[in-house]
Each structure stands twice: as C-alpha cells, then as structure tokens.
C-alpha cells in the first residue's frame, strides 16, 4: 500500500541512526530512496567558500568498501577519506584555464596532458581517454565552453535548466553536464559541508569564478551531525523545508547563481 512507504522509510531511517549511533562504521539507506522521499526539499543554496573537501567515491571504514554517492546515513571516521578540492586535479585545471583568460593551450595542465598522450600514458576525463592531441584539444574545448556557459548564465539546479538547441553540436556533449544532477554534498559529523562524487568540473569553475553562492543537494548526513534527532523529527524537519537548519546556515534564494561581477 502507498500508506506504508513513508513508514518503511521512517523505520529504515531509525535503523540506520541506530547502528551509527552504537558506533558501527558505515553508510547506510540508499540514496535514491530518500531523494525519491524528499525530493526537493533537499536543496540548498550554500556558500561556496563552505565547501572545502571531497568525501572520496569508494572508501574502506570497519574493514568494509562502500561508496559514499550512493547511501544517505553515514557513521564513521572520515577523516581518512577526505581530499581538500583545492588540491583535485579538476580544481588545478579550472584555476590555470581562468589564469590563462581560458587560452587552454597556455596552461601547464594541457601540455602535461599532451605529454602524456605521446607517452602512451594518457589521462582519462569524463570517460574519455586523451590519447591523441585532438582528443586533449576536445576535452579542453568543453571544459572552456563550460566555463563560458556558467560565467555567461551562472550556475543553475536542473530543474531550471535552460533548453540547450542553440548550442554548437560539438560542445553538446560537454554543455549536457550543466542540465545533469546537481551537485551533491554531504554534512560530515563536525558540522562541515564536504562535497559528494560527480559534478566536479561545475564546482571547480563556481570555485574558480568565485561565485558567492552555489546550489547543492544534501544526500548524505552523517549520524554524528543530527545530535540525537529522532528519524520522525528529521522526516519532519526536511519536510517543513528546514534542511538548511540541519547544516545550521541561513537560508538563502534559490535559482539561478551568477559569478561576482
């Protein structure tokens, strides 16, 4: 029955804040369930400024590997498992392309890749290996089309995404990205917003641009941050439109985010 989902979800909600709460190592609930649960009202517009590391993909805590994009509950030390963005790879490109007035061709980050590709060692970039000068040419193409979308237009959330039939075929590909899910974070146990796998090259350029504010979606809580919160008080809060209490910041305007000017 209908009725039963909101429970069944409450009690698996419980489940999890137990065993994190008894000291167990783990990430629990998967995600698509609460997202299908709460929706939107997950979304957050935070500083971008907040948001300092990178909760690693595939992590090992309590002899077990899990990846963290794909649970909403967490417990845990992870402190282990953590990257500052400002030391990412995405992030280092992102910043030598705005230094260079994104002439991508002038940055070091782009005759190390071409290095590499004449080695036979290339870099792999959005699933595609840049093994040919032309497939490095083609990755740094996107990635400046993607920079001059988000300096032109800011940063949106998928919903309201713009059509996309006036673009260039040729940086379909790349701009398709802008309309993807939207960047996911996580709230860590001390407090801290970390950010969750995927989305990296939209944070990096928001990073680089120095948006202000970027919108976000909180997909995962660590049990350590709820402060004893019953699963019933949590469902009640996300559900009146409170997470951004959850991560104690204010409340700020959804929509679309333009860089300063």
């Known amino acids: ?4 989902m909101p429970r069944v979800f409450e009690r698996r909600l419980e489940g999890a804040l137990a065993r994190g709460r008894a000291g167990e190592a783990g990430f629990w609930i998967p995600q698509a369930h609460a997202l299908r649960r709460f929706s939107s009202r997950l979304d957050l517009t935070v500083p971008a400024a907040a948001i300092e590391s990178l909760l690693l993909d595939v992590v090992e805590l309590g002899g077990r590997h899990f990846h ?13 498992v953590l990257l500052p963005f400002a030391r990412h790879q995405i992030s280092r490109e992102a910043r030598e392309l ?29 699933r595609l290996v840049l093994d040919t000068p032309a497939a490095v040419d083609a990755y740094f193409e996107g990635f400046v089309a993607l920079f001059e979308s988000i300096a032109e237009h800011g940063l949106r959330r998928r919903a309201d995404f713009a059509a996309r039939g006036a673009w260039r075929a040729g940086r379909r590909r790349w701009l398709a ?4 899910q939207d ?4 709230l860590a146990a001390d407090g801290r917003l970390l950010k969750l796998p995927g989305g990296q090259h939209r944070f990096a350029i928001a990073r680089a641009l120095d948006l202000r504010e970027v919108p976000v979606q909180l997909r995962l ?41």
């Open 183 to 186: 960047i996911g974070v996580a």
């Open 98 to 126: 705005k230094a260079a007035e994104l002439r991508f061709r002038d940055t070091r980050c782009y005759a190390a890749y071409r290095r590499r590709a004449a080695a036979g060692r290339p870099m792999v970039r959005n």
């Open 177 to 180: 990205e802008l309309g993807e």
């Open 1 to 4: 029955p209908m009725g039963a």
């Open 68 to 80: 963290t994009g794909q649970s909403f509950i967490g417990a845990g030390d992870w402190s282990g």
């Open 221 to 261: 809580l660590h049990v350590g941050a709820l402060h004893g919160m019953s699963a019933s008080a949590l469902i009640e809060l996300i559900d009146a439109g409170g997470v951004f209490q959850i991560c104690n910041i204010r409340e700020l305007r959804p929509g679309r985010i333009m860089p300063r000017l």
